[in-house]
């Protein structure tokens, strides 16, 4: 157990509607960051926060947005969605800004039909 | 765009044979970071590599960093079928960046 608790673990819903993907990270973490893993593909990095802050962004598109919230957990926010965006969302998080390992969270399955 | 690259995507290999995983980025990490994911699971850590030619070892996996900090290694003797799964470098580009760019990933099937 990573310690990183995502929420739903799997989400259906249709094109056009909206979605938002929760994470807590492990107790005393103030890094959060969030992934996007299609089928078979690499994690690609969408967003990252630390603690509060917007720290960095990756290939996030406009349609998606995020937030750290002062109790430090995160939420992913996903509108107009489209087939392409089905995929499994992963939140990690870490200590700080340091170069601390990752530690992942079970991930969201998402599937938009 | 894609800043890491890793070859090969997929490899299949026989039970006991060894196997190795090369990770190359088009600019200077500041440090490497290799994790495994195993199937229908999420990324877990396995190692950090800092230092220009870091070589590091946990038990049957060797991990090298390169000279020039942009290429690194995962090889692993002697396959067993646990070690089925997705291997991940990730790196920092650049110094102040935060974000961790993680590698296209090498899939590993182990065939007993």
């Known amino acids: 157990d990573s310690g990183v608790t995502q929420t739903p673990k799997h989400l259906i819903t249709a094109t056009g509607q909206r979605v938002t993907l929760r994470c807590s990270p492990r107790?005393?973490?103030?890094?959060v960051y969030w992934y996007q893993q299609s089928l078979d593909q690499g994690l690609q990095f969408l967003i990252h926060?630390?603690?509060?802050?917007?720290?960095a962004k990756g290939n996030i598109l406009e349609r998606f947005s995020a937030q750290q919230f002062p109790d430090l957990h995160s939420e992913l926010n996903l509108s107009s969605l489209e087939l392409g965006d089905s995929a499994l969302y992963f939140c990690?998080?870490?200590?700080?800004?340091?170069?601390?390992?990752?530690?992942f969270g079970n991930g969201t399955r998402l599937t938009v039909t | 765009g894609q800043q890491v690259m890793q070859i090969p995507q997929y490899q299949h290999v026989q039970e006991g044979e060894d196997f190795t995983t090369y990770c190359n980025s088009s600019t200077t990490l500041s440090n490497i970071q290799w994790y495994k994911q195993r199937p229908g699971g999420h990324p877990v850590f396995l190692i950090q590599l800092v230092k220009s030619g870091e070589v590091k070892k946990q038990k049957r996996l060797t991990f090298q960093f390169g000279e020039a900090k942009k290429n690194s290694s995962l090889h692993i003797t002697a396959t067993q079928t646990t070690d089925v799964g997705t291997y991940f470098c990730?790196?920092?580009?650049?110094?102040?960046?935060?974000?961790?760019?993680f590698g296209t990933g090498t899939r590993l099937t182990v065939i007993p």
């Open positions: 990730a790196g920092r580009v650049g110094t102040g960046a935060n974000n961790l760019f």
């Open positions: 990690a998080s870490r200590p700080g800004q340091t170069d601390s390992p990752l530690h």
């Open positions: 107790s005393g973490d103030l890094s």
């Open positions: 926060y630390y603690n509060g802050e917007e720290r």
